[in-house]
């Protein structure tokens, strides 16, 4: 289906390496069914796509944690795309941005019918912080899409207490929060969503204190995580992870077939990306010789070269 709409084959690639590929091909076989233009599926795919892609940072894991992204999305998409747009077509733009979502969301999770199913409250402390997301926006003068952040971050907290069971934010205690960031932690989002989910508690903590909903000011309690430079690079590679990075390299095209070269070099040689980099085709290279012993290295480079 995908082949309709997309020439390349690193396109297609791309789309069903997502973690919601099934759903994005059952959308885009929904809209040629309905006889949607090819221009507007190949406009639609790299949104829904790109959606999927943003959930998942913030800790979705099944297609019907989805919802719960939409609107930060929505958000995140217009500061980046329409920052400098007017108002009316900043709104333009998050329709053309949320109704595709809308509609493959509507063919996946069951019971999912877009603006009219019962929303979550905007401030999940309503009860013990009622005037927080005044403070938010009056206050502190957080945009929009800064404040659907602080409530996509304080519902994930409000689930967390809901859970362990503490229904009174007077009972929060170090324990609580340090148990918080520890399960929301990397792997299971990613190490920005944490620091985010860190500052929106501090601020939170800050205000509750304020308020004198806590009698101390707990906010220091929370420590950011630690994140290193290159500390996701391994040592060292197996050759089952390189037989991996060689085995996802498309060899039907010329560059294809160049860089599958170049990572045999690097995997069998040990040459630096640089030294790979400066290499010349010398024809004296190339010839064939008789020797006994020849190098296997060499003989599986020329080999991937000759296909």
């Known amino acids: 289906m995908l082949e309709k709409y997309y020439i390349r084959p690193s396109t297609i690639d791309r789309i069903q390496e997502s973690w919601i590929a099934s759903t994005v091909e059952q959308y885009v076989g929904w809209m040629a069914e309905r006889r949607y233009t090819d221009r507007s599926v190949s406009r639609r795919i790299p949104i829904v796509v790109s959606f999927g892609e943003f959930a998942k940072a913030q800790g979705a894991r099944e297609v019907e944690n989805l919802p719960d992204h939409v609107e930060p999305f929505v958000q995140a998409w217009i500061g980046e795309h329409a920052r400098r747009r007017s108002r009316r077509r900043r709104k333009q733009i ?56 602080y409530q996509f971050s304080l519902r994930q907290f409000a689930t967390y207490l809901e859970r362990i069971g503490i229904d009174d934010l007077a009972k929060l205690s170090p324990t609580v929060l340090s148990g918080f960031i520890a399960e929301y932690a990397p792997p299971r989002v990613s190490w920005s969503t944490v620091r985010n989910a860190c500052g929106v508690l501090r601020v939170f903590l800050r205000y509750l204190h304020r308020e004198g909903a806590l009698a101390k000011d707990l906010s220091s309690l929370v420590e950011f995580p630690q994140s290193y430079r290159h500390a996701g690079v391994p040592r060292s590679t197996s050759w089952e992870q390189v037989e991996q990075v060689l085995a996802g390299i498309d060899r039907r095209s010329t560059s294809g077939k160049r860089d599958f070269v170049m990572m045999m070099l690097l995997a069998t040689y040990g040459l630096r990306a640089a030294e790979v980099a400066t290499l010349t085709l010398d024809a004296r290279l190339c010839t064939l010789r008789d020797d006994p012993s020849p190098s296997p290295p060499a003989s599986s480079c020329a080999v991937a070269a000759g296909r």
Do not use: C, T, W
Request: hydrophobic share 30%; net charge positive; charged share 25%.
């Open 94 to 149: 998050g329709n053309e941005v949320r109704n595709p979502i809308r509609q493959m969301l509507k063919l996946a999770v069951s019971g999912y019918i877009g603006r009219g199913r019962s929303h979550k409250p905007d401030n999940p402390f309503e009860r013990q912080a009622p005037g927080l997301l005044k403070y938010l926006a009056e206050e502190k003068g957080l945009r929009q899409s800064s404040i659907y952040q």
